[in-house]
Structure formats: C-alpha cells, structure tokens
C-alpha cells in the first residue's frame, strides 16, 4: 500500500472516531463546523490589526487609519501678458469736419463811366450815339460834345428833371451819376426831336 493511500486511512480513521466522539451523524458535522469557524475567529483576531484590545480596557477598536495630509497647493497666478504679446490696437479714424465752405467775396463792382457822342451832323440823323444806354446803378454818362462840323453848343435837357437844362459847348462835356434804377429819358433844346433813354438796372 502507498504512501497516499495509508494517509487516506488514516484520515478516514479518524474521522470516524471524531464523529463517534461527537455522537455520530450531522451532529459530527456541526461540530467539524463549529471548530472551523472558532479556528477563523482565532486567526481573525491574530492576523487583521486592530483588533486586538488596546490598554485602556475598553475592548476591541478599529486602528484608525492615518490621514494622508495633502500639500496645500498655491493658487497659480495668473500668466501676466507681456505689452508686446498685446496685439496693437486699431486706431478709430477721426473724421475731421469738412471746413466750411467759404464762398470767395465778389468784389463790389466798381461804378463805371458811360460816354454819349453829341455829333448830329455825322450820320445826318441827328440824333445822340447811341441813343438808348443800359447802365448800372451808380454809374455815370457823360456826354461829350463832338459837333466838328459846326462846333456849335448843345443844351442837353432832362424830361424826368434830374438835372436843369445844361450847355455843353463844342469840345466839353456834361457827367451825371444815376443812383436809382429806372428808365430816364433826356434831349436837345435845340433839335427837339434828338431824344435819348438812359434804362439804369
């Protein structure tokens, strides 16, 4: 017989003399379980800290498990951004307002001399050249005497009475200013029908 099987025999044996000590039947196998579990509870206390009675006599407690402190960490600050690493920024134009529009001066016109010929026997129409004269306001006619042909004097009359009844010998002249505007008409003492119209706007 092997070495196994007189272990097996062995064991069976005893076995049967626990079970007989226990009184046979499930009785032996309660018992076999009641020895387990006290084997446990012994190995429990021995092997798992903390369970051992501490000196105070206050029973079993739990060994407390150390707490692991954590390094305070310092809040990060924030990354400072550099002037350079600022993007420029776009400068708004500034519209300037238009300069206002100055409208050049007119110059203030100038009054101007108008000239009237008294020569009736030139063209034999007897008659002032020219005859009808648009002025402006404040300019002045003169009429200048240019009879050649009989070098005679002339009498220039107003019909509107701006002037009394002037001579104008051969070689001179007569200068009147209009200041309003208006249609004036004018002639000759001596030949009624030389009439002339001065219009002033």
Same mark, same amino acid.
């Given at each position: 017989?092997?070495?196994?099987?007189?272990?097996?025999?062995?064991?069976?044996?005893? %076995?049967?003399?626990?079970?007989? %000590? *226990?009184?046979?039947?499930?009785?032996? !196998?309660?018992?076999?379980?009641?020895?387990? !579990?006290?084997?446990?509870?012994? !190995?429990?206390?021995?092997?798992?800290?903390?369970?051992?009675?501490?000196?105070?006599?206050?029973?079993v407690v739990a060994e407390e498990t150390p707490t692991v402190q954590v390094p305070e960490t310092e809040p990060t600050a924030a990354p400072t951004v550099a002037p350079t690493d600022i993007p420029p920024a776009t400068p708004?134009?500034?519209?300037?307002?238009?300069?206002?529009?100055?409208?050049?001066?007119?110059?203030?016109?100038?009054?101007?001399?108008?000239?009237?010929?008294?020569?009736?026997?030139?063209?034999?129409?007897?008659?002032?050249?020219?005859?009808?004269?648009?002025?402006?306001?404040?300019?002045?006619?003169? %009429?200048?005497?240019?009879?050649?042909?009989?070098?005679?004097?002339?009498?220039?009359?107003?019909?509107?009475?701006? %002037?009394?009844?002037?001579?104008?010998?051969?070689?001179?002249?007569?200068?009147?200013?209009?200041?309003?505007?208006?249609? &004036?008409? &004018?002639? *000759?003492? &001596?030949?009624?029908?030389?009439?002339?119209?001065?219009?002033?706007?």
């Amino acid at each position: 017989m092997g070495f196994a099987s007189e272990m097996y025999v062995k064991i069976r044996d005893s %076995w049967d003399e626990f079970n007989e %000590w *226990c009184g046979g039947g499930s009785r032996g !196998l309660l018992a076999v379980a009641a020895l387990a !579990l006290l084997i446990l509870a012994l !190995l429990a206390v021995v092997f798992v800290p903390g369970l051992l009675p501490t000196d105070n006599g206050e029973g079993v407690v739990a060994e407390e498990t150390p707490t692991v402190q954590v390094p305070e960490t310092e809040p990060t600050a924030a990354p400072t951004v550099a002037p350079t690493d600022i993007p420029p920024a776009t400068p708004t134009p500034t519209t300037e307002p238009a300069p206002p529009v100055v409208t050049p001066a007119t110059p203030e016109r100038l009054p101007e001399l108008h000239t009237v010929i008294i020569n009736p026997y030139a063209t034999q129409k007897f008659e002032f050249d020219p005859v009808n004269y648009t002025i402006a306001r404040n300019d002045s006619v003169v %009429w200048l005497n240019k009879d050649t042909y009989k070098q005679g004097t002339y009498i220039l009359t107003s019909d509107d009475g701006l %002037w009394q009844p002037v001579d104008i010998p051969f070689g001179s002249e007569f200068t009147y200013t209009f200041n309003s505007s208006g249609t &004036y008409h &004018y002639g *000759c003492e &001596y030949f009624p029908h030389m009439i002339g119209t001065i219009i002033v706007k």
